[in-house]
């Protein structure tokens, strides 16, 4: 079928679901936004097929070398030599964008191709410079405040540049902060800190459940203060963490969000860039699977319980009581501005993030962290297309194991 027409038919189906669609810099767009995941799991695979959709497609900018065999032959014996940052530095570069123009081909010209760049990265400068000198459509980041965005991205006035927060004082600050380089962000993604997968939006695992990040707290009170500020109906919000139906995305909607970002739905896709048996461990865990704990960064976060995570746990008081002194990084490059492993901060994670998440990516469940949010899942422990996926989110398609009364009140499907 022509993909103008399947784009078409979509945002109609929004209509006819009830949805609105919404707008970025003048695209018209289907109201799912497809979630950063890294390492090399939202690549320009996966990025691309939602973008083919009519949907906001998101390449994860860190690492990506590791897709890349030709790069990671050149990289991955690095240890001792005084380069190794540099050289491995830069092959992520070209990795980056060779997974922008991969995901731009396969999108032909639909829908949003994303970077989504953590401003706890060493290289987020370089990340963000090459995003948009590749020609990314727009700019995600979080773990942390992107006061530097606008002046990172002068020259580049055409890429929307969407920051994640949680609550409506993180938005106040950064608008405030924003507005005097003369630029608002084009969009802003609330993520719930409870919900969402990943590193996570709060000073410590205690605070995920502060009433302040409900989406019926939060988002109201950023459009308040958008009213307040004059800017009302300018930066649409996109509501992140725990949805997985029609039914979640037209609540948020009532609640005055524009369109919605999942994370963990997409990456057990077939067009998902991580390995078969990294979206198996994913689809096949049970909420008391999942766990949350302090990570490397200092951020909390949620994943799968392994066998990998679960010796981890055993043994992080011994490796905290161990971390006092600061080390070479062992994978030769920095990844993190601040990592507890290579900078012996003994009050958060001691392992190393990259190398756990990309023996992730390759499915490795006795070496690997999976990163998971806490919703359920929309085809339970099948691995499906994106565009299901899509077809799924706007109430378009209703799988009849789905529709059966046992399923109903996990996937808001009318029994």
Aim: hydrophobic letters at 45%; proline letters at 5%; charged letters at 20%.
């Amino acid at each position: 079928m022509d993909k103008d027409k399947v784009v078409a038919g979509l945002l109609d189906l929004c209509a006819a679901a009830g949805l609105n669609t919404w707008n970025l810099r003048g695209k018209t767009l289907v109201p799912v936004v497809q979630g950063g995941m890294g390492v090399g799991v939202s690549a320009g695979g996966l990025a691309g097929a939602v973008a083919r959709q009519g949907g906001f497609g998101t390449v994860s900018s860190v690492d990506l070398r590791r897709l890349h065999p030709d790069l990671m032959e050149k990289t991955a014996h690095l240890d001792k030599e005084l380069d190794a940052k540099e050289t491995i530095d830069a092959a992520n570069l070209v990795a980056l964008d060779r997974e922008i123009q991969r995901a731009r081909k396969l999108a032909q010209g639909h829908g949003v191709i994303a970077v989504n760049v953590m401003k706890a990265l060493s290289l987020y400068t370089g990340y963000v410079r090459q995003a948009l000198e590749s020609g990314a459509d727009a700019l995600v980041v979080g773990a942390g405040l992107p006061l530097d965005l606008p002046e990172l991205a002068r020259d580049f006035p055409n890429t929307a540049l969407i920051p994640i927060l949680s609550d409506a004082r993180g938005v106040q600050l950064l608008v405030r902060k924003w507005e005097k380089r003369g630029r608002l962000p084009d969009a802003v993604v609330i993520e719930h800190p409870r919900l969402a997968g990943g590193h996570l939006g709060a000073s410590n695992v205690g605070d995920l459940a502060d009433p302040r990040f409900d989406f019926e707290v939060a988002i109201p009170a950023v459009l308040a203060f958008f009213r307040a500020a004059g800017i009302e109906g300018r930066i649409p919000l996109i509501a992140a963490g725990g949805i997985s139906c029609q039914a979640d995305i037209a609540r948020l909607q009532a609640l005055g969000a524009s369109a919605v970002q999942l994370g963990t739905a997409f990456a057990v896709t077939q067009e998902c860039d991580a390995a078969p048996a990294f979206k198996q461990v994913l689809a096949q865990a049970k909420p008391q699977d999942v766990v949350e704990f302090i990570s490397v960064s200092g951020l909390p976060a949620r994943a799968v319980r392994t066998p990998w995570l679960n010796k981890y746990l055993r043994i992080e008081p011994q490796l905290k009581a161990a971390a006092h002194l600061k080390k070479k990084c062992n994978m030769s490059f920095d990844c993190l501005a601040h990592c507890g492993l290579r900078d012996g901060d003994a009050s958060i994670g001691q392992f190393c993030i990259d190398q756990q998440l990309g023996h992730a990516m390759d499915g490795n469940v006795h070496k690997g962290l999976f990163f998971r949010g806490a919703g359920a899942l929309p085809f339970g422990d099948q691995i499906r297309s994106a565009a299901e996926l899509m077809r799924w989110l706007i109430g378009a398609q209703v799988p009849a194991y789905l529709s059966a009364p046992e399923h109903a009140h996990v996937h808001g499907v009318a029994a």
